[in-house]
Protein backbone atom coordinates (compact mmCIF):
# COMPACT_ATOMS: atom_id res chain seq x y z
CA UNK A 1 0.00 0.00 0.00
CA UNK A 2 1.13 2.97 -0.98
CA UNK A 3 1.46 6.06 1.53
CA UNK A 4 -0.75 8.46 -0.63
CA UNK A 5 -3.09 5.71 -0.41
CA UNK A 6 -3.13 5.65 3.14
CA UNK A 7 -2.94 9.30 4.01
CA UNK A 8 -5.22 10.41 1.49
CA UNK A 9 -6.56 14.37 1.62
CA UNK A 10 -9.33 13.43 2.83
CA UNK A 11 -8.24 11.24 5.86
CA UNK A 12 -5.58 14.30 6.61
CA UNK A 13 -8.76 16.72 6.73
CA UNK A 14 -10.33 14.42 9.25
CA UNK A 15 -7.48 14.14 11.27
CA UNK A 16 -7.29 17.95 11.81
CA UNK A 17 -10.93 18.42 11.74
CA UNK A 18 -11.62 19.34 15.40
CA UNK A 19 -15.64 19.94 15.13
CA UNK A 20 -16.13 16.99 17.70
CA UNK A 21 -12.63 16.89 19.37
CA UNK A 22 -14.09 18.41 22.23
CA UNK A 23 -15.75 17.83 25.98
CA UNK A 24 -19.37 17.24 26.61
CA UNK A 25 -21.26 18.80 29.52
CA UNK A 26 -23.11 16.50 31.69
CA UNK A 27 -22.37 13.17 29.28
CA UNK A 28 -24.64 9.82 29.71
CA UNK A 29 -21.61 7.63 29.51
CA UNK A 30 -17.91 7.94 28.47
CA UNK A 31 -15.69 5.48 27.69
CA UNK A 32 -11.39 5.06 27.34
CA UNK A 33 -10.01 3.40 24.62
CA UNK A 34 -6.11 2.34 24.56
CA UNK A 35 -3.74 1.21 22.19
CA UNK A 36 -0.93 0.04 24.63
CA UNK A 37 1.63 -0.01 21.65
CA UNK A 38 1.55 2.89 19.95
CA UNK A 39 0.35 5.15 22.29
CA UNK A 40 -3.05 5.90 21.16
CA UNK A 41 -5.59 7.07 23.68
CA UNK A 42 -8.86 8.38 23.46
CA UNK A 43 -11.90 9.14 25.72
CA UNK A 44 -15.13 9.20 23.65
CA UNK A 45 -18.43 11.12 25.28
CA UNK A 46 -22.41 10.26 24.60
CA UNK A 47 -25.37 12.34 24.89
CA UNK A 48 -28.30 10.36 24.81
CA UNK A 49 -31.96 11.88 24.65
CA UNK A 50 -34.86 9.46 24.08
CA UNK A 51 -33.12 6.69 22.75
CA UNK A 52 -30.96 8.65 20.00
CA UNK A 53 -27.63 10.02 20.15
CA UNK A 54 -27.80 13.83 20.89
CA UNK A 55 -24.29 14.36 20.96
CA UNK A 56 -20.69 12.18 20.22
CA UNK A 57 -17.19 13.81 21.04
CA UNK A 58 -13.87 12.42 22.13
CA UNK A 59 -10.52 14.02 23.32
CA UNK A 60 -7.37 12.25 23.64
CA UNK A 61 -4.53 11.97 20.87
CA UNK A 62 -3.66 8.97 18.65
CA UNK A 63 -2.34 9.00 15.11
CA UNK A 64 -4.30 10.51 12.00
CA UNK A 65 -5.76 6.92 11.30
CA UNK A 66 -7.30 6.95 14.71
CA UNK A 67 -8.05 10.63 14.84
CA UNK A 68 -9.71 10.66 11.23
CA UNK A 69 -11.68 7.66 11.86
CA UNK A 70 -13.18 8.66 15.05
CA UNK A 71 -13.80 12.08 13.62
CA UNK A 72 -15.69 10.52 11.19
CA UNK A 73 -17.77 8.03 13.25
CA UNK A 74 -18.36 11.20 15.84
CA UNK A 75 -19.97 12.89 12.49
CA UNK A 76 -21.33 9.82 10.87
CA UNK A 77 -23.61 9.10 14.36
CA UNK A 78 -24.57 11.96 15.30
CA UNK A 79 -28.41 12.19 15.61
CA UNK A 80 -28.71 8.39 14.90
CA UNK A 81 -31.04 6.28 16.99
CA UNK A 82 -28.87 3.80 19.61
CA UNK A 83 -29.78 1.12 17.66
CA UNK A 84 -29.03 2.60 14.35
CA UNK A 85 -25.54 3.63 15.30
CA UNK A 86 -24.80 -0.05 16.80
CA UNK A 87 -25.43 -1.38 13.26
CA UNK A 88 -23.34 1.15 11.66
CA UNK A 89 -20.54 0.54 13.97
CA UNK A 90 -20.94 -3.52 13.48
CA UNK A 91 -21.08 -2.44 9.56
CA UNK A 92 -17.71 -0.32 9.72
CA UNK A 93 -16.04 -3.13 11.86
CA UNK A 94 -17.10 -5.99 9.39
CA UNK A 95 -15.43 -3.26 6.63
CA UNK A 96 -11.86 -3.44 8.24
CA UNK A 97 -12.51 -7.32 8.73
CA UNK A 98 -12.56 -7.56 5.19
CA UNK A 99 -16.13 -9.23 5.63
CA UNK A 100 -18.15 -6.10 3.96
CA UNK A 101 -16.70 -5.53 0.18
CA UNK A 102 -19.53 -4.18 -1.55
CA UNK A 103 -19.41 -0.73 -2.24
CA UNK A 104 -23.15 0.17 -2.31
CA UNK A 105 -23.89 -1.38 1.35
CA UNK A 106 -20.86 0.47 2.48
CA UNK A 107 -22.21 3.42 1.05
CA UNK A 108 -24.40 4.51 4.88
CA UNK A 109 -20.86 4.85 6.00
CA UNK A 110 -20.15 8.04 4.27
CA UNK A 111 -16.76 8.80 4.61
CA UNK A 112 -15.81 6.66 6.94
CA UNK A 113 -15.51 3.76 3.23
CA UNK A 114 -12.31 5.72 3.22
CA UNK A 115 -11.02 3.60 5.77
CA UNK A 116 -11.42 0.69 3.41
CA UNK A 117 -8.51 -0.26 2.34
CA UNK A 118 -6.63 -0.23 6.07
CA UNK A 119 -7.76 -4.06 6.38
CA UNK A 120 -5.01 -4.42 3.75
CA UNK A 121 -2.41 -2.79 6.47
CA UNK A 122 -2.94 -4.90 9.32
CA UNK A 123 -0.31 -3.05 11.84
CA UNK A 124 -3.08 0.02 11.07
CA UNK A 125 -6.11 -1.82 11.70
CA UNK A 126 -6.47 -1.16 15.55
CA UNK A 127 -5.92 2.45 15.19
CA UNK A 128 -8.56 2.36 12.51
CA UNK A 129 -11.27 0.34 15.11
CA UNK A 130 -9.82 2.17 18.12
CA UNK A 131 -12.99 4.91 18.27
CA UNK A 132 -15.53 2.32 16.93
CA UNK A 133 -14.53 -0.43 19.58
CA UNK A 134 -14.60 2.02 22.32
CA UNK A 135 -18.33 3.45 21.06
CA UNK A 136 -19.26 -0.20 20.52
CA UNK A 137 -18.81 -1.14 24.51
CA UNK A 138 -20.93 2.44 25.10
CA UNK A 139 -23.57 1.74 23.04
CA UNK A 140 -24.03 -1.92 24.34
CA UNK A 141 -24.51 -0.71 27.72
CA UNK A 142 -27.02 1.71 26.56
CA UNK A 143 -29.05 -1.30 25.12
CA UNK A 144 -28.34 -3.42 28.82
CA UNK A 145 -29.80 -0.59 30.30
CA UNK A 146 -32.54 -0.34 28.17
CA UNK A 147 -33.09 -3.88 28.83
CA UNK A 148 -33.22 -3.66 32.69
CA UNK A 149 -35.87 -0.69 32.49
CA UNK B 1 37.32 0.22 11.94
CA UNK B 2 36.26 -0.99 8.47
CA UNK B 3 32.40 -0.21 8.10
CA UNK B 4 32.33 -1.68 4.67
CA UNK B 5 34.05 -4.87 5.77
CA UNK B 6 31.56 -4.64 8.55
CA UNK B 7 28.54 -4.32 6.82
CA UNK B 8 29.59 -7.12 4.81
CA UNK B 9 28.71 -8.97 7.80
CA UNK B 10 25.50 -8.32 8.11
CA UNK B 11 23.63 -9.59 4.92
CA UNK B 12 20.50 -8.05 5.90
CA UNK B 13 21.12 -4.80 6.11
CA UNK B 14 21.56 -4.80 2.15
CA UNK B 15 17.41 -5.38 2.05
CA UNK B 16 15.97 -3.71 -0.56
CA UNK B 17 13.77 -1.43 0.58
CA UNK B 18 12.00 1.56 -1.25
CA UNK B 19 14.46 1.39 -3.54
CA UNK B 20 18.43 1.24 -1.58
CA UNK B 21 19.24 -0.25 1.78
CA UNK B 22 17.24 -0.49 4.75
CA UNK B 23 17.72 1.44 6.83
CA UNK B 24 17.97 -0.08 10.28
CA UNK B 25 17.56 2.60 13.36
CA UNK B 26 15.99 0.22 15.87
CA UNK B 27 18.94 -1.12 17.38
CA UNK B 28 17.32 -0.26 21.20
CA UNK B 29 15.18 -2.81 20.44
CA UNK B 30 17.20 -5.34 18.86
CA UNK B 31 20.39 -5.70 17.00
CA UNK B 32 21.31 -7.81 13.39
CA UNK B 33 23.10 -10.55 13.49
CA UNK B 34 26.73 -11.10 12.21
CA UNK B 35 27.28 -14.14 9.75
CA UNK B 36 30.07 -15.17 12.07
CA UNK B 37 27.53 -15.39 14.86
CA UNK B 38 24.78 -17.15 12.71
CA UNK B 39 27.65 -19.72 11.36
CA UNK B 40 28.62 -20.49 14.85
CA UNK B 41 24.77 -21.00 15.71
CA UNK B 42 24.82 -23.25 12.81
CA UNK B 43 27.65 -25.60 13.04
CA UNK B 44 26.68 -26.21 16.27
CA UNK B 45 23.49 -27.36 15.86
CA UNK B 46 24.74 -29.06 12.18
CA UNK B 47 27.74 -31.46 14.58
CA UNK B 48 27.26 -30.56 18.10
CA UNK B 49 23.59 -30.51 19.35
CA UNK B 50 22.71 -33.02 22.39
CA UNK B 51 21.57 -32.25 25.81
CA UNK B 52 24.15 -30.19 28.52
CA UNK B 53 25.10 -31.88 31.55
CA UNK B 54 23.06 -35.09 30.87
CA UNK B 55 24.02 -38.46 29.30
CA UNK B 56 27.85 -39.63 28.71
CA UNK B 57 27.67 -39.89 24.58
CA UNK B 58 29.65 -37.43 22.36
CA UNK B 59 26.71 -35.36 21.56
CA UNK B 60 26.40 -34.36 25.47
CA UNK B 61 29.61 -33.72 26.46
CA UNK B 62 29.82 -31.42 22.84
CA UNK B 63 26.83 -29.89 24.12
CA UNK B 64 28.33 -29.48 27.85
CA UNK B 65 31.16 -28.04 26.45
CA UNK B 66 29.97 -25.62 24.05
CA UNK B 67 27.35 -24.45 27.02
CA UNK B 68 29.81 -24.08 29.69
CA UNK B 69 32.53 -22.40 27.59
CA UNK B 70 29.99 -19.87 26.62
CA UNK B 71 29.63 -19.42 30.61
CA UNK B 72 33.22 -18.97 30.96
CA UNK B 73 33.33 -16.45 28.04
CA UNK B 74 30.31 -13.88 29.42
CA UNK B 75 32.30 -14.28 32.82
CA UNK B 76 35.11 -12.70 31.61
CA UNK B 77 33.28 -10.13 29.58
CA UNK B 78 31.81 -9.04 32.44
CA UNK B 79 34.65 -9.91 34.53
CA UNK B 80 32.86 -11.63 37.46
CA UNK B 81 34.53 -13.77 39.66
CA UNK B 82 33.19 -17.69 38.91
CA UNK B 83 31.06 -18.77 36.16
CA UNK B 84 28.63 -19.35 39.33
CA UNK B 85 27.54 -15.79 39.28
CA UNK B 86 26.11 -15.96 35.53
CA UNK B 87 22.92 -17.06 34.96
CA UNK B 88 21.37 -17.42 31.69
CA UNK B 89 17.90 -16.70 30.84
CA UNK B 90 15.89 -15.67 28.06
CA UNK B 91 16.61 -11.74 28.48
CA UNK B 92 16.68 -9.08 30.59
CA UNK B 93 13.57 -9.60 31.56
CA UNK B 94 13.50 -12.64 32.69
CA UNK B 95 16.62 -11.78 34.43
CA UNK B 96 14.95 -8.69 36.41
CA UNK B 97 11.76 -11.07 37.17
CA UNK B 98 14.49 -13.61 38.35
CA UNK B 99 15.60 -11.44 40.82
CA UNK B 100 12.01 -9.63 41.74
CA UNK B 101 10.72 -13.31 42.97
CA UNK B 102 13.55 -15.49 44.36
CA UNK B 103 15.33 -12.31 46.17
CA UNK B 104 12.97 -9.28 46.21
CA UNK B 105 9.78 -11.32 47.34
CA UNK B 106 11.66 -13.25 50.03
CA UNK B 107 13.48 -10.77 51.49
CA UNK B 108 11.36 -7.75 51.39
CA UNK B 109 8.55 -6.42 54.26
CA UNK B 110 6.23 -4.03 54.99
CA UNK B 111 8.40 -0.87 56.21
CA UNK B 112 11.14 -1.65 53.06
CA UNK B 113 11.23 0.29 50.07
CA UNK B 114 12.14 -0.17 46.86
CA UNK B 115 13.80 2.63 44.88
CA UNK B 116 13.50 2.92 41.00
CA UNK B 117 13.88 5.64 38.39
CA UNK B 118 10.96 7.01 36.50
CA UNK B 119 13.18 6.22 33.37
CA UNK B 120 12.73 2.22 34.23
CA UNK B 121 12.00 0.41 31.24
CA UNK B 122 8.34 -1.99 31.95
CA UNK B 123 10.80 -4.84 32.88
CA UNK B 124 12.55 -3.08 35.82
CA UNK B 125 9.49 -0.90 36.69
CA UNK B 126 6.34 -3.74 36.41
CA UNK B 127 8.45 -6.32 38.69
CA UNK B 128 9.31 -4.10 41.84
CA UNK B 129 5.24 -3.32 41.65
CA UNK B 130 4.33 -6.70 42.11
CA UNK B 131 7.53 -7.42 44.80
CA UNK B 132 5.76 -4.02 46.31
CA UNK B 133 2.23 -5.47 46.29
CA UNK B 134 3.50 -8.55 47.68
CA UNK B 135 5.06 -7.79 50.64
CA UNK B 136 3.77 -4.60 51.77
CA UNK B 137 7.27 -2.75 50.78
CA UNK B 138 6.90 1.24 49.11
CA UNK B 139 7.87 1.87 46.01
CA UNK B 140 9.61 4.94 45.62
CA UNK B 141 11.02 6.94 42.57
CA UNK B 142 13.70 8.89 41.51
CA UNK B 143 12.57 11.63 39.06
CA UNK B 144 14.37 13.09 36.20
CA UNK B 145 15.05 16.46 35.15
CA UNK B 146 12.33 17.35 32.33
CA UNK B 147 14.29 18.95 29.64
CA UNK B 148 17.99 17.39 30.79
CA UNK B 149 17.23 14.36 31.59
CA UNK B 150 19.62 14.47 34.61
CA UNK B 151 18.32 12.73 38.08
CA UNK B 152 16.65 15.35 40.10
CA UNK B 153 19.23 16.31 42.90
CA UNK B 154 17.04 16.09 45.91
CA UNK B 155 15.52 13.11 44.48
CA UNK B 156 19.16 11.02 45.26
CA UNK B 157 19.01 11.65 48.27
CA UNK B 158 16.23 9.03 48.43
CA UNK B 159 19.21 6.40 48.06
CA UNK B 160 20.10 7.36 51.70
CA UNK B 161 17.30 6.45 53.25
CA UNK B 162 18.21 3.38 55.69
CA UNK B 163 14.96 2.02 54.42
CA UNK B 164 15.95 1.49 50.92
CA UNK B 165 16.45 -2.31 50.66
CA UNK B 166 16.57 -2.59 46.80
CA UNK B 167 17.68 -0.29 44.17
CA UNK B 168 16.99 -1.03 40.84
CA UNK B 169 17.79 1.28 37.97
CA UNK B 170 18.68 1.04 33.71
CA UNK B 171 22.61 2.04 33.54
CA UNK B 172 21.03 3.35 30.31
CA UNK B 173 17.69 5.12 29.87
CA UNK B 174 16.28 3.80 26.55
CA UNK B 175 14.81 6.79 26.19
CA UNK B 176 16.48 9.05 27.33
CA UNK B 177 19.83 7.81 26.04
CA UNK B 178 21.43 9.46 29.11
CA UNK B 179 24.25 7.26 30.91
CA UNK B 180 23.86 6.92 34.50
CA UNK B 181 27.08 6.85 35.77
CA UNK B 182 26.42 3.64 38.40
CA UNK B 183 29.57 3.50 40.35
CA UNK B 184 28.33 6.71 43.02
CA UNK B 185 24.89 5.69 42.85
CA UNK B 186 26.10 2.08 44.20
CA UNK B 187 28.15 3.29 46.35
CA UNK B 188 25.91 5.58 48.11
CA UNK B 189 23.13 2.63 48.28
CA UNK B 190 26.10 0.07 49.87
CA UNK B 191 26.63 2.33 52.03
CA UNK B 192 23.71 1.45 54.38
CA UNK B 193 23.58 -1.96 53.10
CA UNK B 194 20.82 -1.63 49.79
CA UNK B 195 20.98 -4.21 47.34
CA UNK B 196 21.76 -2.77 44.02
CA UNK B 197 20.13 -4.22 40.82
CA UNK B 198 21.40 -3.35 37.18
CA UNK B 199 19.06 -3.06 33.98
CA UNK B 200 22.21 -3.58 31.21
CA UNK B 201 19.86 -3.86 28.56
CA UNK B 202 21.00 -0.31 26.42
CA UNK B 203 24.69 -0.43 28.38
CA UNK B 204 26.63 -4.15 27.44
CA UNK B 205 26.03 -3.80 23.97
CA UNK B 206 27.36 -0.12 23.84
CA UNK B 207 30.35 0.07 26.91
CA UNK B 208 32.49 -1.75 28.66
CA UNK B 209 31.02 -3.93 31.79
CA UNK B 210 32.96 -4.71 34.73
CA UNK B 211 30.84 -6.30 37.57
CA UNK B 212 33.35 -6.26 40.16
CA UNK B 213 34.46 -2.67 39.12
CA UNK B 214 30.99 -1.10 39.52
CA UNK B 215 30.16 -3.62 42.48
CA UNK B 216 26.65 -4.14 41.79
CA UNK B 217 24.70 -6.81 43.17
CA UNK B 218 22.93 -7.70 39.90
CA UNK B 219 23.18 -7.05 36.53
CA UNK B 220 21.38 -8.05 33.89
CA UNK B 221 21.14 -7.87 29.75
CA UNK B 222 19.89 -9.29 26.61
CA UNK B 223 22.20 -11.22 23.93
CA UNK B 224 19.39 -9.86 20.94
CA UNK B 225 20.26 -6.57 21.45
CA UNK B 226 23.92 -7.27 20.73
CA UNK B 227 24.01 -9.46 17.44
CA UNK B 228 23.22 -12.77 19.70
CA UNK B 229 19.94 -14.84 19.18
CA UNK B 230 17.09 -13.61 20.67
CA UNK B 231 16.27 -15.60 23.55
CA UNK B 232 19.88 -15.61 25.59
CA UNK B 233 20.08 -13.30 28.20
CA UNK B 234 22.50 -13.26 31.20
CA UNK B 235 21.31 -12.25 34.91
CA UNK B 236 25.06 -11.82 37.19
CA UNK B 237 24.45 -12.13 40.40
CA UNK B 238 26.90 -11.43 43.93
CA UNK B 239 27.55 -15.40 44.31
CA UNK B 240 26.55 -14.93 48.20
CA UNK B 241 23.25 -13.33 47.36
CA UNK B 242 22.61 -16.43 44.85
CA UNK B 243 23.07 -18.71 47.47
CA UNK B 244 20.69 -17.19 49.88
CA UNK B 245 17.72 -17.08 47.33
CA UNK B 246 15.14 -19.42 46.27
CA UNK B 247 15.16 -21.04 42.72
CA UNK B 248 13.02 -19.63 40.04
CA UNK B 249 12.03 -22.18 37.90
CA UNK B 250 12.19 -26.03 39.26
CA UNK B 251 12.60 -28.68 37.15
CA UNK B 252 15.18 -30.80 35.72
CA UNK B 253 19.40 -30.52 36.23
CA UNK B 254 18.38 -27.34 38.90
CA UNK B 255 19.07 -30.45 41.54
CA UNK B 256 21.28 -32.42 43.70
CA UNK B 257 18.90 -34.52 44.92
CA UNK B 258 15.03 -35.33 44.44
CA UNK B 259 13.12 -37.42 47.12
CA UNK B 260 9.13 -38.19 47.12
CA UNK B 261 8.40 -34.98 49.57
CA UNK B 262 12.41 -33.29 49.88
CA UNK B 263 14.63 -31.76 47.02
CA UNK B 264 18.02 -30.55 47.71
CA UNK B 265 19.08 -27.95 45.02
CA UNK B 266 22.48 -28.36 42.73
CA UNK B 267 24.91 -25.69 43.78
CA UNK B 268 25.08 -22.55 41.26
CA UNK B 269 24.50 -21.17 38.80
CA UNK B 270 22.46 -25.10 38.06
CA UNK B 271 20.21 -23.96 40.41
CA UNK B 272 18.64 -20.81 38.48
CA UNK B 273 18.92 -23.17 35.31
CA UNK B 274 16.13 -25.70 34.90
CA UNK B 275 14.71 -27.32 32.43
CA UNK B 276 16.89 -27.96 28.70
CA UNK B 277 19.01 -24.59 28.21
CA UNK B 278 19.20 -22.71 25.00
CA UNK B 279 22.42 -23.90 24.41
CA UNK B 280 22.36 -22.53 20.31
CA UNK B 281 21.57 -19.30 21.88
CA UNK B 282 24.40 -19.83 24.66
CA UNK B 283 27.19 -20.53 21.64
CA UNK B 284 25.31 -17.33 19.93
CA UNK B 285 25.82 -15.10 22.80
CA UNK B 286 29.79 -16.51 22.76
CA UNK B 287 30.39 -15.70 19.21
CA UNK B 288 28.64 -12.09 19.43
CA UNK B 289 30.82 -11.03 22.95
CA UNK B 290 33.80 -12.39 20.54
CA UNK B 291 32.33 -10.40 17.68
CA UNK B 292 31.51 -7.14 19.37
CA UNK B 293 34.91 -7.20 21.28
CA UNK B 294 37.12 -7.73 18.18
CA UNK B 295 35.61 -4.57 17.59
CA UNK B 296 36.03 -2.46 20.76
CA UNK B 297 33.96 -0.84 22.67
CA UNK B 298 36.52 2.73 21.71
CA UNK B 299 35.46 2.39 18.42
CA UNK B 300 31.85 1.80 18.62
CA UNK B 301 31.79 4.44 20.78
CA UNK B 302 33.15 6.46 18.52
CA UNK B 303 31.23 5.69 15.87
CA UNK B 304 27.76 6.03 17.57
CA UNK B 305 29.36 9.14 18.85
CA UNK B 306 29.44 10.18 15.03
CA UNK B 307 25.74 9.18 14.09
CA UNK B 308 24.28 10.84 17.45
CA UNK B 309 26.00 14.18 16.69
CA UNK B 310 24.76 13.91 12.96
CA UNK B 311 21.63 13.28 14.02
CA UNK B 312 21.18 15.78 17.07
CA UNK B 313 22.27 18.43 14.74
CA UNK B 314 20.42 17.53 11.79
CA UNK B 315 16.79 17.31 14.05
CA UNK B 316 17.78 21.01 15.44
CA UNK B 317 17.67 22.41 11.81
CA UNK B 318 14.61 20.56 11.14
CA UNK B 319 11.76 23.03 12.68
CA UNK B 320 8.94 20.95 14.89
CA UNK B 321 11.34 18.46 16.18
CA UNK B 322 11.43 17.75 20.09
CA UNK B 323 14.46 15.79 21.50
CA UNK B 324 13.52 14.06 24.35
CA UNK B 325 16.27 14.28 26.98
CA UNK B 326 19.99 15.66 26.48
CA UNK B 327 21.06 17.29 23.32
CA UNK B 328 24.31 17.43 23.75
CA UNK B 329 25.62 14.23 21.98
CA UNK B 330 28.43 13.08 24.66
CA UNK B 331 25.79 12.54 26.99
CA UNK B 332 23.51 10.73 24.36
CA UNK B 333 24.67 6.47 24.36
CA UNK B 334 23.35 5.76 20.58
CA UNK B 335 19.83 6.88 20.24
CA UNK B 336 17.82 10.03 20.12
CA UNK B 337 13.63 9.54 20.94
CA UNK B 338 11.96 12.62 19.57
CA UNK B 339 8.82 13.96 18.72
CA UNK B 340 7.34 15.63 15.88
CA UNK B 341 4.83 18.58 16.98
CA UNK B 342 1.28 17.94 15.05
CA UNK B 343 2.43 14.53 13.78
CA UNK B 344 1.37 11.35 16.18
CA UNK B 345 4.74 9.06 16.19
CA UNK B 346 3.13 5.84 14.64
CA UNK B 347 2.41 8.19 11.27
CA UNK B 348 6.09 9.36 11.57
CA UNK B 349 6.90 5.86 11.43
CA UNK B 350 4.65 4.64 9.02
CA UNK B 351 6.36 7.60 6.54
CA UNK B 352 9.60 6.11 7.07
CA UNK B 353 8.87 2.75 6.69
CA UNK B 354 7.62 3.58 3.05
CA UNK B 355 11.05 5.06 2.78
CA UNK B 356 12.86 2.33 4.01
CA UNK B 357 14.26 3.61 7.44
CA UNK B 358 13.11 1.43 10.71
CA UNK B 359 12.43 3.51 13.91
CA UNK B 360 10.68 2.20 16.99
CA UNK B 361 7.67 4.02 17.80
CA UNK B 362 5.39 4.06 20.96
CA UNK B 363 6.49 4.73 24.86
CA UNK B 364 9.17 1.91 24.07
CA UNK B 365 7.94 0.13 27.53
CA UNK B 366 8.49 3.00 29.37
CA UNK B 367 4.40 4.33 29.76
CA UNK B 368 5.31 6.31 33.15
CA UNK B 369 8.08 8.18 31.90
CA UNK B 370 6.12 9.59 28.70
CA UNK B 371 3.37 10.34 31.20
CA UNK B 372 5.61 12.32 33.25
CA UNK B 373 7.40 13.81 30.41
CA UNK B 374 3.84 14.86 29.01
CA UNK B 375 4.09 12.57 25.81
CA UNK B 376 1.71 9.98 24.43
CA UNK B 377 4.60 8.60 22.53
CA UNK B 378 7.51 8.99 20.59
CA UNK B 379 9.75 7.91 18.28
CA UNK B 380 13.03 6.84 18.58
CA UNK B 381 16.10 6.04 15.99
CA UNK B 382 18.74 3.33 17.50
CA UNK B 383 22.16 2.90 16.46
CA UNK B 384 24.80 0.63 16.52
CA UNK B 385 28.39 0.41 15.11
CA UNK B 386 27.07 -0.77 12.11
CA UNK B 387 25.16 2.13 10.81
CA UNK B 388 26.61 4.92 8.49
CA UNK B 389 26.59 9.09 8.74
CA UNK B 390 24.90 8.50 5.12
CA UNK B 391 22.17 6.89 7.06
CA UNK B 392 21.88 9.36 9.14
CA UNK B 393 21.86 12.23 6.14
CA UNK B 394 19.25 9.86 4.79
CA UNK B 395 17.14 9.66 7.72
CA UNK B 396 17.05 13.12 8.37
CA UNK B 397 15.85 14.28 4.45
CA UNK B 398 13.04 11.53 4.60
CA UNK B 399 12.43 13.46 8.04
CA UNK B 400 11.84 16.89 6.98
CA UNK B 401 9.28 15.48 4.75
CA UNK B 402 7.09 13.95 7.42
CA UNK B 403 4.68 17.49 8.67
CA UNK B 404 4.39 18.22 4.92
CA UNK B 405 2.84 14.49 3.90
CA UNK B 406 0.51 15.05 6.80
CA UNK B 407 -0.51 18.75 4.95
CA UNK B 408 1.36 20.74 7.34
CA UNK B 409 3.38 23.80 5.74
CA UNK B 410 7.23 23.20 7.36
Known sequence: MELQQLYTDLILEYNKDTTNKRKIDDPTLSEHGHNPNCGDDITLEVKVKDGVIDDLAYTGS????????????????????????????????DMIRGKVTDEAQLEELEAAVSLKDISKLPVRVKCAVLGWHTLEIILDRLEAMKKEK | MNLEAI???????????????????????????????????????????????????????????????????????????????????????????????????????????????????????????????????ALEYIYVDKETGHFLPEDLKKIDDPAVKIFAFAEV???????????????????????????????????????????CDFFAFSGHKMCAADGIGVLYGREELLNDMEPFLLGGDMIDLVEEQETRFAELPAKFEAGTQYVEGAVSLEAAIRYVEAIGFDAIREQEQKLVRRTLEGMQQIPH???????????????????????????????????????????????????????????RASFYFYNTEEEVDYFLEKLKGVRPMMGYGD
Not at chain 2, 82 to 94: D, G, K, P, V
Not at chain 2, 96 to 121: F, P, W
Not at chain 2, 186 to 200: K, S, T
Open chain 2, 173 to 215: SNVLGIHFDPKPLIERAHAHGAVVVLDGAQSAPHRKVDVQDLD
Open chain 2, 7 to 137: RNDFPILKTQCAGRDVVYFDNAATTQKPLPVLQAAFEYSTHSNGNPHRGAHIFAIAASEAYDGSKETVRRFLNARSTREIIYTRNTTESLNLVARSYGETHLKQGDKILITIAEHHSDLVTWQRVAHKTGA
Open chain 2, 321 to 379: IRIIGPKDPAEKEGLVAFTVKDVHPHDVAQILSAEGICIRTGHHCAEPLHRYLGINASC
Open chain 1, 62 to 93: GCAISQASTAMMAELLQGRSVDEALRLVHLFL
